[in-house]
């Protein structure tokens, strides 16, 4: 089962990644995680996006603005998912 905000937010990030001048390999690497966690036959957590969305708050602190915009698209995509799940 595909989530396709899980999805849009792995592509967000790997555009950040691109244009990023810091943090690179860190957003990357968190694209990937969604990436996976997107196809994955049961979806994440709150906890698992909370601490994706934490470390993405750090990252989006230490960029320049366009990435900055990019990594917030990820963030909203990110809440939007959350807003399905159950639970917290």
Request: no cysteine.
């Given at each position: 089962?595909?989530?396709?905000?899980?999805?849009?937010a792995?592509?967000?990030?790997?555009?950040?990644?691109?244009?990023?001048?810091?943090?690179?390999?860190?957003?990357?690497?968190?694209?990937?995680?969604?990436?996976?966690?997107?196809?994955?036959?049961?979806?994440?957590?709150?906890?698992?996006?909370a601490?994706?969305?934490?470390?993405?708050?750090?990252?989006?602190?230490?960029?320049?603005?366009?990435?900055?915009?990019?990594?917030?698209?990820?963030?909203t995509?990110?809440?939007?998912?959350?807003?399905?799940?159950?639970?917290?």
């Amino acid at each position: 089962m595909t989530r396709t905000k899980l999805e849009t937010a792995s592509e967000r990030l790997d555009s950040a990644a691109d244009s990023a001048k810091t943090n690179a390999d860190r957003l990357a690497d968190l694209a990937a995680q969604l990436d996976q966690l997107a196809e994955a036959d049961r979806g994440p957590d709150h906890g698992r996006m909370a601490r994706i969305q934490t470390a993405l708050d750090e990252i989006q602190q230490e960029t320049a603005d366009e990435t900055a915009a990019t990594i917030e698209d990820a963030r909203t995509a990110i809440s939007e998912y959350r807003a399905t799940v159950d639970g917290v």
